[in-house]
């Protein structure tokens, strides 16, 4: 089984401050990968993807590839408390996304 | 929102029953899936289509069936509920292609809870 590694949570961080969200993947052959947000009681949506080592930003929102160390990570800048939810990181796995079990984020006022 | 509807949205069942869980796209996408979700575990896919009549099983796939007769519905069905099939389930369209960048995003349902007693 391809793994994706997330470290659960709850991952804690003031209002205004960068919040940094962390994934590892067992599969080195993986070309593409996602974060997606999740509120509680709701579907998953999509933030954003990265096939390329470096970052990707859009708006407050930043992804980081490092296919040499197999990492991905997403930070969010400026962070509100309307962030607060849970963040999956998928990897692209055949034809279907393999999802990790989500990091818990709050942001408190 | 991508045009995918789930249904029902809430069913409660009892053990051994049949059920069957509704996806229905308007986006004429060749891939749709079936993703369940449990506290502890994340999303884990159940199968996927890749075309009408065409379907291939996921991580965890025993105990489930799946049917595409047509492009814009697919049907997870339980032939016989157990409770630890109790979960939240959504369907996804968008992914495929296995090569080359610019593919793989999906896109979810609002999911349908399922509760087998």
């Known amino acids: 089984q391809k793994e994706v590694e997330q470290n659960s949570g709850p991952l804690s961080v003031p209002e205004g401050a960068i919040a940094s969200l962390n994934c590892t993947y067992s599969?080195?052959?993986?070309?593409?990968f996602f974060w997606y947000r999740q509120y509680s009681g709701k579907s998953p949506e999509l933030i954003m993807f990265i096939y390329s080592n470096g970052d990707k930003e859009d708006g407050r929102f930043t992804a980081q590839l490092n296919k040499a160390s197999q990492y991905v990570s997403l930070l969010i800048r400026d962070s509100q408390p309307s962030d607060s939810a849970t963040y999956l990181c998928?990897?692209?796995?055949?034809?279907?996304?393999?999802f990790g079990k989500g990091t818990s984020l709050l942001v408190t006022p | 929102d991508a045009g995918i509807t789930q249904s029902p949205r809430h069913k409660v069942t009892e053990t051994g029953t049949p059920v069957t869980l509704r996806c229905h796209q308007t986006?004429?996408?060749?891939?749709m899936y079936w993703y369940r979700q449990d506290p502890g575990h994340g999303l884990r896919l159940i199968h996927y289509?890749?075309?009408?009549?065409?379907?291939d099983k996921g991580e965890v796939s025993d105990g489930y069936s799946v049917s595409r007769s047509k492009t814009e519905d697919f049907l997870l069905t339980l032939e016989s509920a157990t409770s630890s099939q109790t979960s939240v389930y959504f369907c996804?369209?968008?992914?495929?292609?296995?090569?080359?960048?610019?593919?793989?995003?999906?896109?979810f349902g609002e999911g349908s809870r399922l509760t087998v007693l």
């Open positions: 998928a990897v692209k796995t055949g034809y279907a996304l393999n």
């Open positions: 289509s890749y075309g009408v009549k065409d379907t």
């Open positions: 986006e004429n996408h060749r891939y």
């Open positions: 996804a369209i968008g992914g495929g292609g296995l090569a080359g960048v610019g593919t793989g995003e999906l896109f």
């Open positions: 599969d080195r052959g993986s070309q593409s």
